[in-house]
Structures are given as structure tokens and as C-alpha cells.
């Protein structure tokens, strides 16, 4: 039988060197450290009882998922490697468990907890007799081919210790006889964030199983988005009463309405566009915007044409008003514009405002028109915008969407599931909307943006422009080509780029990662807790808003 392994053996060799604790992963080392900050204890009849050190203290005990399990935090005097291996060690003997292990830490600072029990393949080569007979001086064989795969054995160690199975998994792994060996291991995994909105399974631009998307729950693992970010959504106004749109108070310029609210029963389409970069995520109700914790405001520099009683699609404006609008947006701070409108003939003072805004750090996002033309027309076709055409679920241009030389690039902006005026208002009866148009593309594109500089607020317009087009997934010839542009804007890859990995949110510890030690420091602190480092999310409480965003963090930073 294998002997007594401790974390002094696995770990030690003069000074610590945390990096020999490892598992094999098909002969691939798999590098492990210890958290200190809690252990692991079993009982196969039951739920374990709380070790000595935490009688008393139920804050400090947790029931695992996987049943007979519980996690158990250490106390601040235990959190040294040699004290959680002095415990481990007593624990290990005490006949009230029936397996005591270390927390392991995996990639991504995720635990990993080795359970008795090995998951053994071998290969087509191992005499099957040998192999059986070596598995055996083990424990028990409890299936031969687990779970239908063939030369697959699960095998119930009779060690007590998780240390003593991680050592004994890498000894069979290391034999030319078995494909991989390793523990049947508890471990922790983060999804990418699925967002818990109702309507949320309906924006394919988001997410959706073929692909053809961008990205965003993945996205939303680095950033969703800062509140230092303001994209302005220069258009027909937002209903600034509506339950589901992240947004600050606008500013009207039509004089029809006050705070940038719609003037008219005709004036939908911002509140529909405002959607698209910032609804509000996680609130059980709705949509989701991309960038749903940056603001987004309204300037009103339109009022949609209600004639003769009837909505005809078309703004009206002065230029004076967007003109106003446009100054106004970088005024106040607003990073990120959006015009889902245009192919009007060219004004040189919107032009210019464009233009002296941009040289300023104003980064600006137009809707490439929706006529399935090959001429972008104004202001898309500017120096100072960007043009975005839209695309289809299915990773086609869509039929309307025009295109042609100057487009930058493409998003979803068909069948979009979006914001709508709220009440009785707007294009429906209810808070959403299905639309199409590249007057979507534009603020899916926008909002992209904006989580960009959520993370790296440092970029001028000229470097938002290299990082959206250098991630954008190629579609269409190789390259940049007038049907895509530079391809299909992608949230994640573009986040990718800019995160240097020096957010560390939720790290109130400060060792340089998120990790259980946070999360369990802001179990800890529960409750009323102004200023303190707990309160992550900045409410004055700290409670679950702030336990999402840990996990929201988890990791290495």
C-alpha cells in the first residue's frame, strides 16, 4: 500500500515550492496550491459534524452539494500550510469522518477537493488481468467500464486522507499502463455569466448555441461594464420611467419634453436603441443590455414624425439641436456616442461636432442605413464614426443592411429583442420590442465599446478602433472586405485584448487573486457595513450583490 503522504513531502524541499503539488491530466501536469483559508470533510452516511476548532461558530461550517461533504473555514491562527496540515493530519484519524482532504487549488484559483475514490483508464495495451490485480491492492473495483467508456475503472480507496489519493493518482498515472489516473475530485467550475432575465434566451446577438454572436456571457466574466462609462444615445429620447435601462437623467434639445424623454407617442426608437447597450442585467425581468453597468443617456436631437395622426418612421430635427446634443454628450463626460439614424444629405456643423468631439476622445458609432445598398451615407461614411452593418442569426448580412466601402465593421441587428416604451406606449403593449435594423447593429457595437473602456478607460478612439477591428471574427473573403468590414464584432476577444489582469475587484484580501478567502470574508462581514472593503457593490450591505460579484472576479488578477 502507498505510505502516509504529507503536504511537508508534497510541498517541501528546503523552501516551499508550492508548484510540485500537482495532478496528471492524460500525462499532463496540472499545477495545485493549498488555500489555507478552509479544508475539507467527509461522511458517507451523513452530513459531517463541525470539526473542534468550529464548534459553536455555524458561520464557519457549510454543507457541500455533493453529498456527506462539508466545507469548514480555518481560524485566522490556522491559516499557515503547516497548521492546516496538522489539522488535516488529526482530522484524517478521527472516526467521526470518513475522509478528510486540503482545498486544493486548480487553474483559475478554482478548488479542487481529491475524493477516496480514483477514475482509472487503461490503455489497449495494459494486460487487463495485471491492471485488475493492481487496482485491487487499492480498494475495491466498483465499475470496470464507468459510465458505458471502455477500460474506464472507478475504484473506492480505503484512504482517508485526500493528500494520500492525489499521491496515489499521480504514482498509476505515471505508468505506461494507464492512460490517465486521477481522483474522482470535487471541483469548482465558473460559468460564463447567464444572465437571469427573463426575455434574455431571445437576443441571439448575445448568445446563442450556433455561435453566431458575440460573445457576451463570456465578456460579462471580465466586465459588465463600468458606471465611469456614459454612452449617449443621440436620438428620439428614453423613457426615462422605464424599469429595465440602466440610465442616468438626459437632456432634451427638441424643447418637446424635459430629461431627455420621448415628446410624442411616435417617439420610440431611442428608448428601443438605449436597450441594446445598457438594460438593466440580472433584475429577473426583460432584456440585458451589453454594457448593462455602464450608463447610458439620453439626448434628445429628434422628435419622430407624428403627422396626420400617424407614425411615419422619419426624425425631424434642427441642426442646431445635434449640433447641441453631440458638444453637450462631451461635455458631460459621455465616452461612447450612438446615431442610429442618417442618409440625410451632410451638414458641415454636425459633421464638425463629430469631428471636434472625436479629437477630444469622444468615440462615435453610427448605423450603416438600412436601404441594402453599397453606399454608406452620413454621417456613417465620417472619419470621426464608425459604420456598422447588420447581420442575421444565422451569420448572413442581413437583406436591408447597407454595406460598401468605409464599413468598419458588423453586428446582430435582426429580429433584436429590445427595450420598448413602457405601459400602453411605444411599439407594443408591453416593455420590449422585436425590431430589426442596423439602428441596433450601432448600440450593440457602441456598448462593446464601452466595456472596452470599462476596462482600459486610458484608449483614445483611434486604439478603440484597432481593438474592435482586430478582434472582430472574419467573415465573408479573408480580411477586411465591404460586406462585413473587418468582421463580426466580438465582445469577449475584444476584452481579452485590453484586460492586463490588473482589476482586482473583490480581492479584499490582497494576495493578487479572487478567491474562497474573499468569498468567505464577505460571509463574514453579512449585513449593514458602510465603506468597508466587503461591501464590494457599494450599497452600505453587504450581502448577495456582493457575493456575486466574487464570483464575477474569481481568479487570478
Not at 489519493?165 to 475530485?185: G, H, K, Q, T, Y
Not at 454621417?379 to 452593418?389: H, R
Not at 476596462?455 to 471574427?473: F, G, Y
Not at 479573408?478 to 489582469?501: E, I, P, R
Request: glycine share 12%.
Amino acid at each position: 500500500m502507498l505510505q502516509f503522504i504529507t503536504l511537508t513531502s508534497l510541498l517541501l524541499s528546503g523552501a516551499p515550492q508550492e508548484s510540485q503539488i500537482s495532478y496528471s491530466h492524460f500525462k499532463t501536469t496540472i499545477d495545485l496550491t493549498v488555500d489555507v483559508s478552509m479544508i475539507a470533510v467527509f461522511d458517507e452516511d451523513e452530513v459531517p459534524e463541525a470539526p473542534f476548532f468550529v464548534k459553536g461558530n455555524p458561520s464557519a461550517f457549510s454543507e457541500s452539494s455533493v453529498f456527506g461533504w462539508a466545507y469548514v473555514k480555518t481560524t485566522q491562527k490556522m491559516q499557515t500550510l503547516a497548521a492546516v496540515e496538522r489539522v488535516v493530519d488529526k482530522l484524517a484519524l478521527d472516526a467521526g469522518y470518513d475522509f478528510v482532504s486540503p482545498v486544493f487549488l486548480g487553474e483559475g484559483g478554482l478548488p479542487y477537493i481529491p475524493t477516496r475514490d480514483l477514475l482509472v483508464m487503461r490503455t489497449t495495451e495494459s494486460n487487463q488481468e495485471v491492471v485488475e490485480t493492481l487496482l485491487r491492492s487499492h480498494g475495491e473495483i466498483l465499475d470496470t467500464n464507468f459510465s458505458g467508456m471502455e477500460r474506464v475503472y472507478r475504484i473506492r480507496t480505503t484512504l482517508t486522507d485526500g493528500r494520500n489519493v492525489l499521491s496515489l493518482a499521480n504514482e498509476l498515472a505515471e505508468m505506461e499502463m494507464f492512460a490517465f489516473a486521477e481522483s474522482d475530485a470535487i471541483a469548482w467550475v465558473k460559468p460564463a455569466h447567464m444572465p437571469n432575465d427573463t426575455e434574455f434566451n431571445q437576443q441571439w446577438g448575445l448568445h446563442q448555441s450556433n455561435d453566431h454572436d458575440m460573445d457576451l456571457p463570456e465578456a460579462w466574466d471580465i466586465s459588465m461594464g463600468s458606471e465611469d462609462i456614459v454612452v449617449v444615445v443621440l436620438d428620439s429620447g428614453i423613457d426615462q420611467n422605464h424599469p429595465d435601462i440602466h440610465q442616468l437623467t438626459g437632456e432634451t434639445f427638441t424643447g418637446s419634453s424635459s430629461n431627455g424623454n420621448p415628446g410624442n407617442g411616435c417617439d420610440n426608437h431611442g428608448t428601443a436603441v438605449s436597450g441594446c447597450v445598457a438594460a438593466t442585467i440580472d433584475n429577473n425581468q426583460g432584456v440585458a443590455g451589453v454594457a448593462p453597468h455602464c450608463w447610458v443617456r439620453a439626448g434628445k436631437i429628434f422628435n419622430e414624425m407624428d403627422i396626420f395622426g400617424f407614425c411615419l418612421g422619419f426624425l425631424e430635427f434642427q441642426e442646431s439641436w445635434a449640433i447641441n446634443g453631440i458638444t453637450w454628450a462631451a461635455d458631460t463626460g459621455a465616452r461612447v456616442t450612438n446615431s442610429s439614424w442618417g442618409g440625410g444629405s451632410p451638414m458641415s456643423g454636425i459633421t464638425n461636432a463629430f469631428n471636434t468631439t472625436r479629437a477630444a476622445g469622444v468615440f462615435h458609432v453610427a448605423a450603416a442605413g438600412n436601404d441594402g445598398s453599397t453606399t454608406i451615407g452620413w454621417p456613417a461614411n465620417l472619419d470621426s464614426l464608425i459604420s456598422v452593418a447588420a447581420m442575421s442569426s444565422n451569420g448572413t448580412l442581413a437583406s436591408f443592411s447597407t454595406h460598401g466601402n468605409g464599413l468598419f465593421i458588423s453586428a446582430p441587428g435582426e429580429s433584436i429583442r429590445t427595450t420598448d416604451r413602457s405601459g400602453g406606449d411605444g411599439y407594443g403593449s408591453g416593455n420590449t420590442t422585436t425590431i430589426d435594423g442596423t439602428s441596433f447593429a450601432s448600440p450593440y457595437t457602441a456598448g462593446v465599446a464601452a466595456l472596452v473602456l470599462s476596462v482600459d478607460p486610458t484608449l483614445t478612439p483611434d486604439e478603440m478602433e484597432n481593438v474592435l477591428s482586430s478582434t472582430a471574427v472574419d467573415y465573408g473573403n479573408s480580411g477586411y472586405d465591404t460586406t462585413f468590414g473587418h468582421g463580426f464584432v466580438n465582445a469577449k476577444a475584444a476584452l481579452d485584448l485590453v484586460d492586463d489582469g490588473t482589476s482586482c475587484v473583490g480581492d479584499i484580501n490582497g494576495d493578487g487573486s479572487v478567491g474562497v478567502a474573499d468569498l468567505l470574508a464577505v460571509v463574514d462581514q453579512w449585513g449593514a457595513c458602510s465603506g468597508c472593503d466587503e461591501d464590494i457593490d457599494g450599497d452600505g450591505i453587504v450581502g448577495v450583490g456582493d457575493l456575486l460579484a466574487i464570483v464575477e472576479a474569481w481568479g487570478a488578477c
